[in-house]
């Protein structure tokens, strides 16, 4: 799943909303979604399968929403009003990978995820996004394939934990027995960390091996 491939099709509603904010500076949402991110990363942190719990977890889901928005829209609103440059463009993917590991800690410290899970979680994400733009640096295109982009990762972010939230809220009036960190536990939230680990680590490998045969034997300067 690769859906990186198909940003355009948020162009719908995206572009009128990047029109009517193009008077900002993109740098304020390229900043404002590291805030959502972070305070999603908090409020993961603090949530748990108990009903206050499992609102904090919604809570989360809505500031990773809002963290997906805000940095969809600088960009837009970016390249709308003129301000496209090589410093909006290195801001932009600095505060991505910091909203990754926001996030990720986040979910890798609760409950509902297992702390080796979520390091492997982090180390598979940072590891893809790195390979992804060294190709750049190195006088390549940036690279965005691959098994799982961040647009892949995103959207598993909003729709896992609303699903692990409506999963938990059944069984309110079944207390829990056991500690959610225990290996006897495995939620929504876990699976999907051990997704992010495999296949992060694995597009990792595809990007590298694809920016080495980019590169074959005689690399740009």
Known sequence: MVLDNYRSVLDVWLNPLAKAARRIHPDVFTWLSLVAAVAGGVLFWRSDATPNGLYVLLLA???VGLNSILDMLDGKVAKMSGKASARGDFLDHAIDRASDVAILTGIAFSPWSHLGIGLFA???TLLASYMGTQAQAVGLKRHYGGLLGRADRMVLLLVVPVSEYFVRALEWEQPWTQPL????FLSLLDVMMAYFAVMG???AVQ????ILGGLGKNPPA
């Open 61 to 63: 889901f809505v500031c």
């Open 181 to 184: 960190g225990q290996w006897q």
């Open 201 to 203: 680590m694995a597009t």
């Open 122 to 124: 982090i180390s598979g």
């Open 207 to 210: 990007r590298f091996v694809a």
